[in-house]
C-alpha cells in the first residue's frame, strides 16, 4: 500500500534559527497537504499542493512539491515559540489519503 | 466555517466495556475518518466512510466497528474494550476524497 515517509521525527531549534521537514512518498501523488498540530490541539489544515515543482509561502512558511510528485518539504525561516507543534504531511493518490508520522518541532526561547 | 464535534474530551472506561465514540459534521460531507493518535505513531486510519451506511476499513479496524446512520454522524464502536485501546481518538470529515480534512478537537480514551 502507499506510504508517507516524514522526517526527521523531532527537531529541537533555538529561536530564530531555520527549520524543515521533508516527507516522502512510495506512490505518485495527486497532491499533497501539510496539517499543523499545537500541543493538546487537534491537525488543522494549512495548505494543499497540487502541481509538479509548486512552491507556496504563508509568511515564514515555504511548502514545496517535488518535480515527480512524490516529495515536499516545509520550510520554515527564523521560528518562533509559536511555531511549536508536529507538522503532518498528508500524501493524495487514487482518492485515498496518507498521513506521514509527523515531525514535532520544539523552539528553545 | 467547518464544525467537527466529538461527543466527548476525555473517556474513561473498563476493560470489557462497549464503547462509543460520536462523531458530528455540519458540513454535510460525504467522508468521515476515525484515526487514533499515539505518541511516535502519527495518525492510523481505523475506518472511514464515503457514505450513509457505507464503510471501509482502514490501516487498524481490528477491535473496532463503526456505524453511519445520518450523513453528518459517524460512530466508532469498541466491541470489548482492552487497555491497548488507550490512546486519542480523531475524527475528521472532508467533502471529497482529495480535499483537506477537518478535524474534531479529540476524544481521549482511557481503559483501565
Known amino acids: 500500500g502507499q506510504q508517507v515517509m516524514q522526517i526527521p521525527q523531532y527537531q529541537h531549534v533555538q529561536e530564530g534559527e531555520d527549520f524543515t521537514t521533508y516527507c516522502n512518498s512510495s506512490t505518485t501523488l495527486s497532491n499533497i497537504q501539510w496539517y499543523k498540530q499545537r500541543p493538546g490541539g487537534h491537525p488543522v489544515f494549512l495548505i494543499q499542493l497540487v502541481k509538479s515543482g509548486e512552491v507556496k509561502k504563508q509568511k515564514r512558511l515555504t511548502f514545496q512539491f517535488g518535480e515527480a510528485k512524490k516529495n515536499s518539504s516545509l520550510h520554515i525561516t527564523a521560528t518562533q515559540t509559536t511555531d511549536v507543534g508536529t507538522y503532518f504531511c498528508a500524501g493524495t493518490n487514487a482518492g485515498k489519503s496518507t498521513f506521514g508520522d509527523g515531525t514535532t518541532l520544539t523552539v528553545k526561547p | 466555517d467547518v464544525k467537527v464535534t466529538q461527543s466527548s474530551r476525555y473517556l474513561v472506561k473498563r476493560t470489557g466495556e462497549k464503547v462509543f465514540l460520536e462523531c458530528v459534521q455540519d458540513m454535510d460531507h460525504e467522508n468521515m475518518f476515525w484515526y487514533r493518535q499515539d505518541p511516535g505513531l502519527g495518525l492510523r486510519l481505523i475506518y472511514f466512510s464515503y457514505d450513509v451506511k457505507m464503510k471501509e476499513k482502514g490501516d487498524i479496524p481490528e477491535g473496532y466497528s463503526v456505524s453511519r446512520e445520518k450523513k453528518e454522524r459517524f460512530s466508532l464502536i469498541l466491541e470489548s474494550a482492552s487497555t491497548n485501546q488507550t490512546s486519542m481518538y480523531l475524527c475528521?470529515?472532508?467533502?471529497?476524497?482529495?480535499?483537506?480534512?477537518?478535524f474534531g478537537d479529540g476524544t481521549r480514551l482511557s481503559i483501565l
Open positions: 475528521a470529515s472532508t467533502i471529497t476524497r482529495a480535499q483537506p480534512q477537518h
